[in-house]
């Protein structure tokens, strides 16, 4: 199993719309796959049409449930998610309380090795004891970014959290919400990300396509598979198999 | 392209039940007997072919398992199931239908795959065509919770040709965290609809539709006689059925599909002479003598490309045994071991398609089909079979004994080589008749005399083995020059089967010993000798 962590410091950069409609690629290539939705926002809970209450949530992450019962298939074959939990706004402290704490999620995930190729962690910003747990477990950080100068400030930002704690997983970013519109937007996208970042070629336009996500609560695929955002998905997809999930199944 | 299969794929085998809905079921009928109840989406159809792979003598279905090869539009896909629970173990795609485990991509799959088939090759058992139909059961949120496949599917011939319709099928899939949703679900099939559960498996289906049924062959000599039937009906009811075991190995023997058709095919020959010759004053002699000489001629022809098949079967496990810097040094025997057998199978070939053999079928089938005990039949034509059984295995048993017993450290080879024969003889007397009495006694007899024979036969073929491979290491020098690494290694190998042979040999003394055992021998005087514990 391949553990992709679409992540970011700032909130608002189109994460969550990534990691869904990656994973409906996914599942269409032929990969078990299964998005967590970490962000206690919920909203790729919300876009599966699924209820994000989970039942014993807590338990599950201090390993006294098993996480399989918890787990709700979407409308997808094989594309399944572990819903969103309100109980997870607590999660620093709960992770702070057990005995090595930036590897538990690590123990969670375990038991979905033979389950699945491909497991999607929709992160919540901020960085905290729940970032950490996310950069040790994953195979590889894809981070949306929006070409701004912010925005590359938390790239940067995320950049020396990595260095300074030592760890080594990764990172990919791709430019989202682009506007070639803007001259802003292209010359920040000439600009250099830093040498331990892996710089995808493909971009997400801006699009009211994205953002009807939530009428239609499905990946963009299935209700406007001809729109330029859906497209650029479809090729970010190939171009992550081709980089980041190179040796995954499928 | 390798990997995972797409989930559907394996959906239905993952159902949460099977339903039989009435012979043609339109989607539409389905979704409107559904609604009120429920709300439903139906996606558009698709078609997917199922070709399910077993060996000749049905191993995987033995075994518990099915195969399944799923062609849709786009994917071909193996799918290993639990037979009895319908479950999906393991699956993977592939690009053609596998007809060796080593065809499979290497993975979970094969690991099952392998040690059930060992040498045989997957067969078409059966093709089944489907059309099917998802309807998708959504909540109030439009939210997918449950998904029914209705399929309507035909049997196809080998040439794609329709046989008949299977009756059509309802498959309740549920969807992961919702099974509560399922379970309600069901009750309305089962209740509301009144649908009965759909019964056996497609392939059970399939093959009743074509007159047949799993497992229809065997290699088991399974023949029940009757203790008073004449000797000579019952006799004739064992080589009847030793003759449609050789004739249902021909074609395979002929296409060479795998080693064990030619292998089966000279057991049931081996058997019928051993028949002829074993049961005496029964079937007219001059019959017995006829035959016996036809049927060892089909032995003879026989014999090249068995001993080559049984090399290539070896090799893997020569190759193994030699000490690992030796091990590539042998390869260049394969090619030649290769040759070879393709050179004896084309000879095969035309001795299994000759006037001879033909001819031979057709005699033996008309005396065969002949009304028992004619006028030149032999005097205990008519004595019943358990008595001529009892007098004949009685008297093979004890010759064993004897021979055995006179064995010591110091007796020639040929001595062990006699004793094989009056054991092989022993053996097959004991499946013949195995039916005339108590299965608790004969099969540790069986299983102890097998023990003996495998140990015999160890120091008799390891040695025929060592002798061949001395030859193929000339040939190898003389057809292809300057071969000295394999001619090495070859030698190697030699000393290892004699090591082993020598070590057969000083393991008879306790087999033996085991074999001739004084309860053995009280309760084979009461069966054989006396007539005593008739089934």
Redesign the interface.
Known sequence: VKILAVYNIKGGVGKTATAVNLAWHA?QT???TLVWDLDPQAAATFY???KPKVKGGRKMLRGKRPIDD??????F????LLPADFSYRNMDLMLGEAKKPTLQLLRVLRPLAEDY?LLILDCPPSISLVSENIFHAADALLVPTIPTTLSLRTLRQLMDFIVRHQVHVPVYAFFTMVDMRKRMHQQTMQRDLGERVTRLATAVPYASSVEKMGLA?APLGVFAPHSRAAQAYAALWEELRSTALKGA?? | MSGPLPALFTADCRSYASYSPPAGTQPADLQRRLNGAWRTRLESPGDVVRCYLDTFDWRIYRSGSLLVAKQSARVLGLIWEDRRHAKPLASCRVETLPRWPEDVPAGVLRDRLSPVVEMRALLPMARVRSRSWVLRVLNEDDKTVARLLLEQSECLTEGKQIIAALTPRLTLIPVKGYNKSAKRLAHFLEQDLALPLAADNRLEEALALQGRQPCDYSSKLDVQLNPEMAADTALRHVLRHLLGTLEANIAGSRDDLDSEFLHDLRVATRRTRSALSQVKDVLPPQVVTDFKQRFGWLGQVTGPTRDLDVFLLDFPRYRQSLPAELQADLDPLLPYLREHQREAQQTLRRQLASPYFHRLLKDWHEFLAQPPAGPDAGPKARVPIREVAGARLWRMYRRVLREGRAITDDSPAEDLHELRKSCKKLRYLLEFFASLYPKAKIKPLIKQLKRLLDNLGDFQDLHIQAERLRVFGEDLQRERGDRLPVVLAIGTLIGDLLRRQMQARAAFASLFAAFDDASQYKICRAMFKRGEAPR
């Open positions: 599942a032929g990969l078990r599966f049409r699924i918890i787990i709700k298939g979407t409308d074959e094989g594309l399944d190729d609560r199944a499928g």
